[in-house]
């Protein structure tokens, strides 16, 4: 097969196929399948038989265009010397004139080519539900390499348990507590012999279902009709999904419990309930508030109820409280809000547009400085890890320069990131940042003036541990753009992508286990997000383009499964 090269790398220039002269290819026949230059496009082809119903290209398009199946002659299986005429939808088959007047007459009869149209469609709907399973397979999977994880976390807590209780009684309890040690090792290996058992099924499931979802793509790519309809039966076939059976909970290693010095109260193990592998995504609207803002988003709920609330470029803060159905607008600025939050001790901070010092509110509804200065960088984003430490995203455009920079209370940067191992820049543009608490760094980062962006997961001591770009599922169409990122009561990290308006479920390392569409329960254009002290998540959203009204909505929502 002759492999194609780049341009100056020896390839062999191709002649016209008409005057075989050096003149330039400029224009292909997709009829006649012949390459031609301007010269015989206009005096020899067109001559051709019904050269006006050609289809002809310009060389560019080459490659653009998708080469129609010929529906026009396919030998018909029964009858010898005749060929299809029409499909029959009654019997599933092609039948030619002769089939039709014997058989076929009074059946479903339609054109090949919408057999074909439907058959394709068809094929895609299930390899898309092919792909659909794959995925949901693939977060089970990730789900269960997270229990793993999670049990052997546990397992060692309570090893060290029950070797710190055997210092204290010594030799005189030896032998039992060697006991309780085999016993232990002994259930924390069919832990995880009965989940790395489910972990095998599915990766063997996996395995074979990408192959048949190639296979399938095959079929669908096969420019012969013929061949199309004598493999399309089976393909249909291997798009029925069936999926592997797993447990839907494991059961856990005992936890040791502490006893006195005599044998019967040492210490014995007892079941911790099962581990779940089920993955139930569930968001339910508590309440729905409207605002006078074009869009929400910042959203910061204080200790005492009330939320901080920004519409950003649009330059208005305000300090509310849900009083009923509405929203009591308790204090009001005219600032350019680029990122805050609060505190624990519930101090606001917040960064203002063109300023390297991070600003503080009073309990007065004072704006000063706070102590925390990023100079010669513009804070752009805050994230709260407690009340004596707190990250900030910085940038500077002219400087070429974006940072994440831990900070603590007295405004002392304890950590600057900014490149990775090879003197790279780890962020572009660090909009949002969460943690989770395995100490990981979840950065929203734009790469781009329109939103699209990156998730970056930085580990103990900066390095990159992962980097989330979006589903490819998800973001076929559209491009993953994560305007907002927070982690969740359970140690899940969501992100909002805002063109697709999905809730994209990452877990502690930055892998997708699950997504949530806000369409489904009513949310239209969600942009911001913050979780209160009671674990009700707040959703701020944006006005619908090309609306002129100012009402922007805030929900509350109650959430279960992640």
């Known amino acids: 097969m002759a492999s194609s090269q780049p341009f100056g790398g020896g390839q062999v220039p191709v002649n016209c196929k008409l005057c075989k002269t ?5 224009w292909k026949c997709m009829d006649c399948s012949i390459m031609m230059c301007a010269h015989c496009k206009e005096n020899v082809h067109s001559q051709f038989k019904n050269a006006l119903d050609h289809k002809i290209i310009k060389k560019e398009e080459i490659g653009l265009h998708k080469e129609e199946l010929d529906f026009t002659n396919i030998k018909c299986n029964e009858h010898t010397g005749q060929s299809s005429c029409l499909y029959c939808n009654t019997c599933e088959i092609l039948v030619c004139p002769t089939c039709v007047a014997k058989i076929h007459k009074k059946h479903d009869l339609i054109e090949i080519s919408d057999a074909y149209n439907i ?14 399973s794959n995925y949901k397979i693939n977060a089970k999977k990730d789900q269960l390499n997270k229990l793993v994880c999670a049990e052997n976390i546990k397992y060692n807590k309570e090893k060290r348990n029950i070797q710190s209780h055997e210092e204290t009684v010594k030799q005189q309890v030896e032998q039992y507590f060697k006991e309780l040690k085999n016993k232990l090792e002994q259930s924390h290996e069919t832990v995880l012999t009965s989940v790395k058992s489910d972990l095998n099924a599915i990766s063997l ?16 790519d096969l420019s012969n009709a013929s061949e199309f309809f004598k493999e399309v039966k089976k393909m249909e076939k291997f798009t029925e ?15 040791f419990v502490t006893g006195n010095l005599n044998q019967s109260h040492i210490g014995s193990l007892q079941d911790d309930g099962n581990l779940s592998a089920e993955i139930n995504t569930s968001l339910v609207i508590n309440n729905e508030y409207q605002t006078e803002l074009e869009l929400i988003r910042f959203v910061s709920p204080c200790l005492d109820q009330s939320i901080w609330i920004s519409s950003g470029i649009y330059k208005v803060l305000q300090r509310v409280k849900p ?15 680029c990122g805050m939050a609060v505190t624990p001790s519930n101090q606001f901070l917040l960064c203002v547009l063109g300023g390297t010092r991070l600003q503080q509110i009073s309990s007065t509804g004072e704006l000063t400085d706070s102590v925390y200065d990023v100079s010669p960088l513009l804070p752009i984003a805050i994230h709260v890890i407690s009340d004596n430490k707190l990250i900030v995203g910085a940038y500077n455009g002219k400087l070429k320069r974006s940072v994440v920079i831990i900070m603590n209370k007295k405004g002392d940067k304890e950590a600057v990131y900014e490149h990775d191992e090879h003197n790279q820049p780890l962020f572009n543009n660090p909009r949002r940042i969460t943690t989770t608490c395995n100490g990981n760094i979840h950065v929203a980062d734009n790469i781009s003036d329109d939103w699209c962006g990156k998730v970056v997961v930085l580990g103990q001591g900066g390095h990159i541990i992962n980097q989330y770009t979006g589903h490819p599922t998800i973001n076929k169409s559209k491009p993953f753009k994560p305007v907002d990122i927070v982690t969740t009561p359970s140690d899940n990290v969501v992100v909002i992508d805002v063109i697709t308006r999905i809730l994209h479920i990452l877990n502690d390392n930055g892998h997708l286990i699950s997504y949530f569409n806000t369409n489904d329960i009513g949310i239209e254009f969600p942009h911001s997000f913050a979780f209160n002290t009671t674990g009700q998540l707040y959703i701020g959203c944006t006005k619908a383009v090309g609306d002129e009204a100012k009402d922007a909505k805030l929900y509350v929502i109650n959430i279960e499964g992640f």
């Open 119 to 132: 058959k394709v469609e068809i094929l895609k709907k299930g390899q898309s539900k092919m792909q659909k």
């Open 205 to 220: 499931f996996t395995t074979q279902k990408e192959d048949k979802i190639t296979e399938v793509q095959n079929c669908i």
């Open 241 to 255: 999904n069936q999926e592997p059976r797993t447990r839907l909970s494991y059961t856990s290693s005992p936890t």
């Open 22 to 26: 050096d003149r330039p290819i400029q």
């Open 323 to 337: 009083e009923g159905t509405n929203l009591k607008v308790l204090s009001k600025f005219n600032i350019h809000v």
